[in-house]
């Protein structure tokens, strides 16, 4: 009881435990056990709910939800009420659901409900079912290390039934589905269509979900940027960038004309939430078929802290996609010799690395499925496997040129190019087609544990009306979008580890880039160090420390000559062992790229002392990032690991970049770590010291960073 008073002292005091709703205020964020998600019927009402969220849809006299709730906060999300979807079949646009009737969209009053009406040429609500959610991908994860609590996601979901009784949209089901999770203030929603017309129909657009919150600010005159309300919205329709913001496609802060109070004068208020695809799908069903639209998955924040939000977006993607939390530890060769191959993965072994990747200009050519060069990497796997080494490869899709009838039309010109990176291959052509087909054959005859894909479909749009698997423009994201799903979910359920240098977590992918500048790996081995330290600063915010891979020239790398590469690697042990505490100390795997791992036994030494550091301490550096100082180069500057469900519940690394020695009491945020009373904290040399928290559950301890150097602190 004393730990769950000083926990909603905390939450009283940062703001987001005051409204709480629960008689049990016990932060998701440190426990989530207690937050089950249930689906019920409440005063006739579908009402989801978890103890952190819940949404209510009102089924009569049609479907709409009336109610959406940040529990957390007592926050209502909601200012008016909209149809639950919108599909637009053969030209003609409908509203799915949907209530009308609201003298006021700038607020909504509960008395309103009861005479609200139906939205004239709706699909009308007919049925729904409850059952438990069912998973997206089927992964094992029992092949390489994870830290995964759970296999799959768990929770209910309920699909609303929609039907309409004019003759042209007669046997059209459609269907709106809703998941809500366990232990999550998340929610998501998708449609599918199924086609019982007996005529095959054309699904030119639609939109997913439709929700109207209350707007953040009230400008009379428009400004440059507008707050959002507090709330965190992607889809797994994700590509085009490095996180989730950047490859967000599917998400709209729109304008509601309806909304004729707002205080903005031209009513630009962006207080729509829209989901839906910016063209397309231009998708023909055939009867008897079901189109599925993407998912969007909707996650309501506490609040406008960055470190807290942050720490929830992470716990969606533990929840959505578990696979992302498997890390090995993987080398980048730079050569397919098979003698340097087999030295590298013996190198491998001697140090405790697990993987290793054929990189891209190794000579690695995953597009020849030819006798020949199949028994080579299938003779390499082989060896790897009998030494318990995982053994993968690099493949390039995009950035180059097929030839004119393969590559992507731009709708401008009519001719190739305009794709994201000029010039690219359209997936749905033949050629496309078939080199999915070859990078399935090759990876199952091989045995390879993993695929670098890079180049992974970047949302590009290809005008061309002659290409095997797509129509034209309208359909050609969506068709192309739809082959890297079902490759990528293949790759996932082989347990083929996937790195791809894009945002496909929630369709498969275990790994993407940290976000880095790669001509910065020319730079002076010093001047690397400290940009490493800020990328990985930078790109621990909304992901994990499993979901991003850093980079390491160990040889040269977009030039820079010797002073940028590690190699002879004993000549600069300093950056090596530089490189490896920040990588390995934020939990973050490298692209360590070279022809070996050591080239001497104090090479040697060092790696393996290395390994061994990251491997005793892997559960807590594997654990959420608490952001402590950003690299600034004059001062200390580090971060902190916790959890509070293992012994180690914190792990404390600082970095001195600068000559001098650097001795300063600094205070330590604990909240995370589930720590209330008191706290041990041990040095690196093993000397421990009891603290007792602060109000604020923070201590303050006395810090020595030699220069250049780093420290680093474990606390029970």
């Known amino acids: 009881m004393k730990k769950k008073l000083l926990l909603c002292t905390l939450l009283v005091l940062s703001g987001f435990c005051g409204a709480q709703e629960s008689d049990n205020p016990v932060d998701w964020l440190i426990d989530n056990g207690q937050y089950k998600a249930a689906i019920d019927m409440m005063d006739g009402d579908i009402v989801l709910g978890n103890g952190l969220v819940e949404r209510r849809i009102r089924i009569a006299p049609n479907a709409a939800t009336v109610d959406f709730r ?101 046997g059209i089901l459609v269907n709106v589905h809703y998941e809500i999770f366990d232990g999550v203030p998340l929610i998501s929603k998708w449609i599918t269509i199924d086609n019982k017309s007996g005529k095959q129909v054309t699904i030119d657009s639609f939109k997913s979900e439709l929700l109207a919150f209350p707007e953040v600010e009230n400008p009379v005159e428009t400004p440059r940027e507008w707050k959002r309300p507090n709330i965190h919205v992607e889809s797994d329709y994700a590509f085009g960038g490095f996180t989730s913001g950047e490859s967000n496609v599917t998400t709209f802060w729109e304008a509601d004309p309806e909304y004729t109070s707002q205080v903005n004068w031209k009513m630009e208020t962006p207080c729509l939430l829209v989901s839906k695809l910016e063209v397309g799908p231009d998708v023909d069903l055939k009867s008897g078929e079901v189109f599925e639209s993407f998912h969007t998955y909707e996650l309501l924040l506490d609040g406008t802290d960055r470190g807290r939000n942050a720490l929830s977006i992470r716990k969606m993607y533990r929840t959505l996609a578990p696979w992302a939390t498997e890390n090995p530890i993987f080398m980048h060769l730079t050569t397919t010799d098979s003698d340097a191959v087999k030295s590298a993965i013996d190198q491998c072994v001697a140090t405790g690395y697990e993987m290793v990747i054929l990189s891209f200009g190794s000579g690695l050519d995953m597009e020849d499925t030819t006798a020949t060069n199949i028994s080579k990497f299938k003779k390499l796997a082989d060896y790897a496997h009998a030494k318990g080494i995982e053994l993968g490869g690099y493949s390039l899709f995009s950035s180059r040129k097929i030839n004119d009838s393969i590559d992507v039309i731009d709708k401008e010109t009519g001719k190739p190019g305009g794709a994201k990176f000029l010039n690219a291959p359209c997936l749905a052509s033949q050629w496309g087609k078939d080199y999915l087909e070859k990078l399935r054959y090759f990876l199952d005859k091989t045995g390879f544990d993993l695929l670098e894909h890079d180049g992974p479909y970047p949302g590009d749009y290809c005008a061309s009306t002659t290409h095997a698997y797509h129509k034209g423009y309208e359909d050609s994201q969506w068709v192309q979008w739809n082959m890297t799903k079902q490759f990528y979910n293949w790759l996932r359920e082989k347990d083929i580890y996937l790195n791809a240098p894009d945002f496909y977590f929630l369709q498969g992918s275990n790994k993407c880039g940290i976000g880095y500048r790669e001509v910065n790996w020319s730079l002076p081995r010093d001047q690397q160090i400290i940009l490493g330290r800020q990328n990985i600063y930078d790109g621990t915010w909304e992901k994990t420390p499993s979901m991003a891979w850093t980079f390491v020239p160990l040889t040269e790398y977009h030039g820079g000559g010797d002073a940028a590469t590690l190699e002879p690697l004993q000549d600069h042990l300093d950056s090596y062992e530089a490189h490896m505490v920040q990588n390995y100390g934020s939990g973050i795997q490298a692209c360590y790229r070279g022809p070996r791992l050591f080239d001497s036994e104090k090479t040697k030494a060092l790696v393996i002392d290395q390994i061994s550091h990251y491997k005793k301490y892997r559960d807590i550096l594997n654990s959420d990032i608490v952001h402590l100082r950003r690299p600034n180069g004059r001062s200390w500057d580090g971060f902190m690991h916790v959890n509070p469900d293992l012994r180690e519940k914190g792990f404390v690394l600082f970095f001195n970049p600068t000559p001098n020695e650097i001795r300063e009491n600094i205070k330590i945020p604990l909240y995370y770590t589930g720590l209330t009373d008191k706290a041990s904290v041990s040095d690196q040399q093993g000397k421990a010291e009891i603290f007792n928290l602060d109000r604020s559950f923070e201590i303050e301890l006395n810090v020595r960073i030699p220069a250049k150097g780093y420290s680093w602190y474990i606390i029970e």
């Open 70 to 170: 940040n529990v957390v906060m007592g926050e209502v999300m909601l200012r008016s009420i909209k149809p639950e979807a919108e599909v637009t079949i053969d030209g003609a646009t409908y509203p799915i659901g949907g209530l009308t009737g609201m003298p006021e969209h700038g607020y909504l009053l509960q008395e309103w409900l009861d005479g609200l009406v139906s939205i004239e040429d709706a699909f009308q609500y007919k049925s729904h079912v409850v059952r438990d959610i069912r998973p997206k991908i089927k992964w094992k994860g029992t092949k390489r290390y994870h830290t995964a609590e759970k296999m799959i996601p768990t929770g209910k979901e309920v699909i609303l039934s929609f039907e309409h009784d004019a003759t042209e949209t007669k």
